[in-house]
């Protein structure tokens, strides 16, 4: 065991940069993915087979294969016919999308538990879709999937590290660049392996006690 | 893409994350078991430290500690891990222990009269779990089992950046080689796609001889195309938390 504690003061300023890139990930990511899911969700309930059924299935496409082929696929193939985009913002989309699949399902539970007689009561009063869906319907049924919610923002958050394989500079991203730099691996890695963990650990204490507040 | 290629990266990248998945997932259901059935010992310490496990790697990333056994743990320890070990080693025990919470609710929900009948006919804690109480909690077990299979098989792509020359690592090799991108990775996609539809197949059919097993009717089949994940009210698969009582905790 040859543990320096130099080493690790010497990475702290590199880790807090690469925190705030994993942060900026996170958040970004994850307001793609709530806003795309919601999408998802509605698209699959649709009464038009010709939206149900290709949403359907690229969402069972996307959630069934891996994140980090399709973080390569983004990088890759995409500016072949599109635009090229930093790896941080390729790894926003790819987090976004990827977990989209995952909140659409939350959101469809969400909506499949609103009880029947609230859409009926939306219809009695003759409201146009629109309006049955964003003061009836979504509002009853998001309050009961935040926790939900959360629990894949920190999913995200330990699938982050693998934007660091396509160049973006998390907290990982950092100590594999400080490692190859300073040909000191061990530091950096228990490091950032340590701050996973005490990120997510109060993250999900937190979400527990949302749940016991917001699902009756 | 030639056929040279095929044969000589992609085939044997195909064989490789078969024997990644199938290790870490052997690994992974001992460490559930083992991990799950601790976590409801009557002796405070074993549940402790079973909980403490179950904590601390489902709060830690797969990816990053599958570096740091590959990077860090020759440093500290002077054990060089061949790179496959490395990642099956990090995802089989990730995944176990989501795994195990998979075990412990299965086991909670099995009916406390069963147990107490057990108590009554004086079988031992062991003669308990073995005879009455798992046989019963195995059906309710096999779904989240499959969703989590399908997590692991997508997480096999990660011993890919440890140099292991599974699918994903393939696909980069003959990117490099023949500069065609947007080909491979779609195959590569289809690929990991074709093997998530096989073993929810193969998972169907254990349900089925399970639910049998214990005189229940078999689950509903949900045709070719009824999604591969099974909606179920055990656990959640990727954030290993239980899901029951929140709608949106269902998988």
Not at chain 2, 21 to 46: N, Q
Not at chain 2, 207 to 227: N, S, Y
Request: hydrophobic share 55%.
């Amino acid at each position: 065991m040859n543990w320096n504690w130099d080493v690790v003061d010497d990475f702290m300023p590199r880790f807090w940069d690469g925190v705030l890139v994993t942060l900026q990930a996170l958040v970004l990511g994850s307001l793609l993915a709530f806003t795309l899911g919601l999408v998802w969700a509605i698209a699959q309930r649709s009464s038009k087979a010709w939206v149900r059924m290709p949403v359907t299935a690229v969402t069972e496409f996307i959630r069934n294969t891996p994140l980090l082929v399709q973080l390569f696929f983004l990088f890759y193939v995409v500016p072949e016919w599109g635009p090229a985009m930093s790896p941080l913002m390729t790894g926003v989309i790819g987090l976004g999308l990827h977990y989209s699949t995952y909140t659409a399902e939350v959101y469809r539970a969400g909506i499949d538990g609103v009880p029947k007689g609230q859409w009926e009561a939306a219809t009695a009063l003759s409201l146009p879709p629109v309006r049955t869906w964003t003061a009836v319907i979504l509002p009853q049924a998001i309050r009961r999937v935040v926790p939900a919610l959360g629990n894949y923002v920190i999913a995200m958050l330990k699938d982050s590290p693998l934007i660091a394989i396509i160049g973006a500079f998390e907290m990982l991203g950092e100590a594999r660049a400080y490692g190859s730099e300073t040909f000191r691996f061990l530091e950096p890695i228990t490091v950032v392996g340590i701050a996973f963990i005490v990120i997510a650990y109060p993250a999900s204490l937190l979400i527990r006690a949302l749940e016991r507040r917001l699902v009756r | 893409m030639t056929w040279g290629l095929w044969e000589s990266y992609m085939l044997p990248g195909i064989w490789i994350t078969i024997q990644v998945t199938v290790y870490s997932a052997a690994l992974a259901a001992a460490v559930s078991f083992v991990v799950g059935i601790l976590r409801s010992s009557p002796l405070w310490i074993v549940r402790f430290l079973s909980g403490a496990y179950f904590e601390i790697f489902r709060g830690a990333s797969a990816l990053v500690f599958m570096f740091w056994l590959f990077f860090a743990l020759p440093i500290a320890f002077g054990w060089q891990l061949v790179p496959m070990w490395a990642g099956v080693l990090a995802l089989g025990l990730t995944y176990g222990a989501y795994g195990s919470e998979v075990v412990r609710g299965a086991l909670a929900a099995v009916s406390p009269a069963q147990r107490e009948a057990g108590i009554a006919l004086s079988f031992t804690r062991m003669q308990r779990l073995r005879r009455i109480e798992l046989p019963q909690a195995w059906p309710e077990m096999v779904p989240p089992f499959n969703n989590l299979a399908i997590e692991l098989l997508k997480g096999t792509a990660l011993v890919s950046v440890i140099s292991v020359a599974d699918m994903t690592f393939a696909a980069n090799l003959i990117r490099f080689t023949t500069n065609e991108s947007a080909p491979i990775y779609t195959l590569l996609l289809v690929m990991y796609f074709v093997l998530a539809f096989l073993i929810t197949r193969g998972m169907r059919l254990v349900e089925r001889k399970a639910k049998a097993g214990i005189g229940q009717a078999p689950p509903p089949g949900g045709g070719l195309l009824g999604g591969l994940r099974r909606r179920t009210k055990t656990a959640d698969p990727v954030t290993g938390t239980a899901g029951a009582g929140t709608p949106g905790g269902n998988q």
